[in-house]
């Protein structure tokens, strides 16, 4: 097929792709700096894995991305059977599932995306935060403060002191002197209701600022992925660097305190089951983050080059990940501790640049403020890699008739524009959950990360299903055969982590809420596929298997894909009801 520029080679049209589809404008580069957002992750969720994990969280995330590196072997190569799809490993899994069913086929796209997608209201949520902290904060007083002596001093409030001791007295002057101090923007409601129990929604500042960032987000990205891929290099060399300095740093200057790694036993103390629960769980969601630099294959038709530029995105993010995934985490817990791990501004997110100042700039203000400064960028580069991949797995699942037509457009520019409003406008609704409170934020987490380890099976399980069936198309980068075993494999280790960790994040039922979510994808596959195109996949859907119309080729794997089906369900049931967590 010939390579161009700014337009698809002629006879290559999508139905509904009015602008030419996207355009080959980037290389290995511009996707490695796209999915350099993927360390920002750990950022988000650092605070919960210690909560969770406890002692043994340097080493969670530590085993999670070199999982993350192996699984990203078989992406790799089944990303480079497709040199005309975007959309990611989902879209390049989904085409091995069609043979032996059409509804496993589009769960694969459809739960890619919705594990995906919530990165946008969850890293705004946080970036609001930080911006509110900048503009508006909340003052801090002391019991040696003078506004709180005054109110200790006062007779007005001598009743409700009367009979308190001393430390409950000032602790009660410093909620009442804090209260009357905070800025009205902090405590600005327009909304607050419950939403069937599950969490309480706000909607105040930190709704409107996270949704302003979405919106220059998608500012950014109208103009295609050439600029998106620019603007990312310039903020990700802002935050690699200086997470390199916080992962190195506190080692050499005397921050790290050797014995918060030890012992190595779960936050109950015991390796029984209870003490195993935690532990799986923890590596349930560390998954969410150290496993995403898979979005590097996200812009396989947007490669000037797909058949190198494939493979090296994804080692080169992988490599990446691996190194400030383990020094960070590393560093964070050995200068802070369990107990400053769990301290509520690092379990939001909002007091890790204050944390980082302290390792690397001793407490200085002006390194504090840099380094908030470094914690928004950061948050941003998470926001726009993530609205990069998924609005393309949208995109590609409109084009190949998973997902309604509209999805398959793309602007002037090459942008997926549809899908994009379409992430927006989704994220705008989970944005409202994730600004109330820890509990909505953590489920949002567990559930979209319960859709997330159902696609990571999906595709690891491809890799061989594509070797079977499909033995003769040329693969760029052929995965050895003993890898291609042990991440299927790991596959089946990711749904057990899925039955034993969703209960321990956020709700006891997200496992079953994940479910339920991934089950949508029935009659929105269904429309598209029964009503908008009377049973019929589009023509060019296989085309890179060698593949026409409705010609989907021979099952030669037989029953083994449904045995994998079956054995995947099995292993999830026994580790959601063999694996509790300590009364």
Known sequence: MQEVVDRKPEGDAFPGDEFGGLHRTIDWKGAFWIASGVPALVLISIGGMGATAGKLAFLVWSISVVIGLFQAYSYAEIAGLFKNKSGGAAVYGSAAWLRYSKFIAPLSVWCNWYAWTPVLSLGCAIAAGYILNAVAPIPVFGPESPEVVAWLKSAANAAAIDGKSAEEAAKLAIAAVTQAATPALRTMTLASFSFFGLANIEIGPTFFIGAALMLITFAIQHRGILGTARVQTVIGLFV???????????????????????????PNGEWNNGGWTYFLGALFI????????????????EFKNPASDTKKSIIAAGILCVVLYTLVAAAFQGYLGLEGMTQPGIVDGTGVAAAMGNMVGG??????????MMMILALILAIQMAMAGSSRTLYQGGVDGWLPK???HTNEHGAPTRAMWTDLIFNLGLLTFAASDATAYYLILSISNVGYMIFIFLNLQSTWIHRIDSPHIPRPYRTPNWLVGVNAGLGFFNLFLMGVGAKVWGNPNALWYGLMFGLLIIPVFVFRHYVQDKGRFPDHMLIDLDLKSQDLGERRAGILPYLALA???????????????PS
């Open 240 to 266: 690699v660097v200086p997470m390199l300095i916080v992962g190195i740093v506190p080692f050499f200057n005397g921050g790290v305190n050797y014995a918060n790694y030890t012992p190595l036993v779960p």
């Open 286 to 301: 560390a998954g969410w983050s150290t496993y995403a630099f898979e979005t590097a294959v996200c812009y396989t038709r």
């Open 363 to 372: 407490g200085s203000k002006i390194v504090t403020h840099l380094l908030e």
């Open 406 to 408: 509209y999805l398959a």
């Open 567 to 581: 054995a995947g369900a099995a292993i999830t049931l026994f580790g959601h009801f063999y694996f509790q967590l």
